[in-house]
């Protein structure tokens, strides 16, 4: 069934945007996008998916291989003892002198997990290794490979913006008609604002037109 994810602002990215826009989605590919009168006039049919803010294209992160394999992402039942944050440096070291392979592999689901609730839907850098927990994971969620990117100062965050790029220089790529339909919506006015809180303000992803995460 086609759907249109329709709000108060597109950011396709190598395009201007649009008010009160819409991206229709058949399948894992974009149809349509532009104007939502337009757009929902030549797919009558569609379901309409509304979201507050904008809608951009899903976004890349940089540090992929750093989040999955240097970090800890506690379960939310170890909430009360290692909080809800990835661990890091010593405290990952810590952990991992003990860690069984369940307990990596479920860390590894749930940072994929949470990449998705940042508007995440491509992975930037070597992810092909021996490590059967980060390979299969990887593999099975879907999210587009891309090469390395250049890696940015200070620790891993799954903020993609956490670096200080812009829209464009973190975006997967591109919203297009024809192109895989990777987009997120940020309940944010503009970009400006998306920038300065980040990509925490993430309501919904679509990652090859399934609606992946939803905050609402």
């Known amino acids: 069934m086609l759907t249109i994810h329709a709000a108060p602002l597109l950011l396709p990215v ?19 996008l532009g104007p939502y009168e337009e757009v929902a006039t030549a797919h009558p049919a569609a379901r309409v998916r509304r979201w507050p803010g904008l809608l951009t294209p899903g976004l890349r992160q940089d540090r992929a291989r750093e989040l999955l394999t240097r970090c800890y992402h506690p379960d939310p039942r170890e909430a009360d003892e290692l909080g809800e944050l990835p661990l890091w440096g010593e405290a990952f070291e810590r952990l991992a002198a ?3 392979p369940a307990r990596r592999a479920g860390s590894v689901r749930r940072g994929l ?12 850098g070597h992810l092909d290794t021996a490590d059967p927990a980060l390979r299969t994971a ?3 969620s879907g999210l587009v490979r891309l090469p390395p990117s250049p890696t940015p100062p200070g620790h891993p965050d799954l903020d993609p913006f956490a670096a200080g790029g812009d829209l464009a220089g973190t975006a997967g790529a591109p919203l297009t008609v024809g192109g895989r339909a990777d987009l997120a919506a940020f309940d944010v006015p503009d970009e400006a604002a998306l920038r300065a809180g980040g990509a925490r303000a993430c309501v919904a992803t679509v990652l090859a037109g399934r609606l992946v995460h939803r905050a609402r």
């Open 98 to 100: 003990t860690m069984d």
């Open 113 to 124: 997990q949470r990449m998705l609730r940042h508007g995440t839907t491509h992975l930037a």
């Open 138 to 140: 990887v593999a099975r």
């Open 14 to 32: 190598g395009a201007a945007p649009v008010v009160d826009g819409a991206v229709a989605v058949d399948g894992d590919r974009i149809a349509a």
